[in-house]
């Protein structure tokens, strides 16, 4: 290792400093690619939502749901870390679906999801949904260039998320609180998360569904139908 190495790892500050300046760079750069998948969806008249929550919490589900239950003409970009498992879901029930894999990363990045549009047929498409990379605190930091963050919470996960995890929920537009059937069971509060995430931002909606019994699932698509382009 060199002094300078060393002199670097050794002082927490520089360090520091160091990380942000090489976060700085790698942001504006995946800023610059989330303007250009920007453009592209602007061009094509598509409209784009990114999904995001903990893993599990019913994002593959909702796109299965939503494939069974609208007419909505649209294809999915699918982030993992590994497995082409939620692509294989989607693709067998007829929907247009492009793997990504991101190995140790945690989150998708633009220059990912321009790679899948090159790789996906875009004409005749209403939307484009991103399954991010399931966790609640890496993707919130990746602009991909989509029109609406929508953040999912399952009521197993608990009522408390919202602001124990603020720099996602601030990021999103809808809130969607899944496995509404199940709330009961886990002394989940609608009114608790509504309230906690309006306090982060006045102006979030939250919709409370089951993909499962097909609650409110309604309430859903007319969101999405409502910001169609
Ligand atoms: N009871 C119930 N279970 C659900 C509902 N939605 C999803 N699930 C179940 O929750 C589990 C996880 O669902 P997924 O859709 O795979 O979750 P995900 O968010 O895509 O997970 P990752 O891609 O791993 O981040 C599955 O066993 C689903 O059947 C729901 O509305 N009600
Ligand atoms: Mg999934």
Redesign the pocket.
Same mark, same amino acid.
Not at 54 to 60: A, E, M, R, W, Y
Not at 178 to 182: G, I
């Given at each position: 290792m060199s002094i300078e190495e060393s002199t670097v790892l050794d002082n927490p500050n520089l360090n520091g400093a160091k990380t942000i300046a090489v976060m700085e760079r790698a942001l504006a750069s995946n800023d610059k690619n989330a303007l250009l998948n920007r453009r592209e969806f602007d061009k094509k008249g598509i409209l784009a939502i990114n999904?995001m $929550? !903990?893993?599990? !919490?019913? #994002? @593959? @589900?909702?796109? &299965? *749901?939503t494939a069974k239950r609208s007419g909505l003409r649209f294809a999915v970009v &699918?982030g993992?870390m590994e497995t082409n498992?939620?692509a294989d879901?989607l693709i067998k029930l007829g929907v247009k679906a492009y793997q990504i894999t991101t190995g140790t990363a945690c989150h998708l990045e633009a220059d990912m999801v321009k790679k899948a549009l090159e790789n996906l047929e875009l004409s005749d498409l209403d939307v484009i949904f991103v399954?991010n990379?399931?966790?609640l605190v890496c993707p919130a930091s990746y602009e991909l260039g989509t029109h609406l963050n929508v953040v999912?919470l !399952?009521t197993p996960e608990g009522d408390d998320k919202v602001l124990k995890y603020p720099v996602m929920f601030r990021k999103a537009d809808l809130v969607l609180i @899944? #496995? $509404? &059937?199940?709330a009961e069971l886990f002394d989940f509060s609608f009114d608790r998360v509504r309230d906690e995430a309006r306090k982060l931002k006045p102006e979030i909606e939250t919709i409370a569904? !089951? *993909? #499962? @019994?097909g609650e409110n699932f309604e309430r859903w698509l007319a969101y999405v139908d409502s910001h169609l382009h």
């Open positions: 999904l $929550s !903990s893993p599990g !919490s019913g #994002k @593959t @589900t909702l796109l &299965e *749901a &699918e993992d498992r939620d879901r399954e990379v399931g966790n999912l !399952s @899944t #496995k $509404s &059937e199940l569904l !089951s *993909a #499962k @019994t």
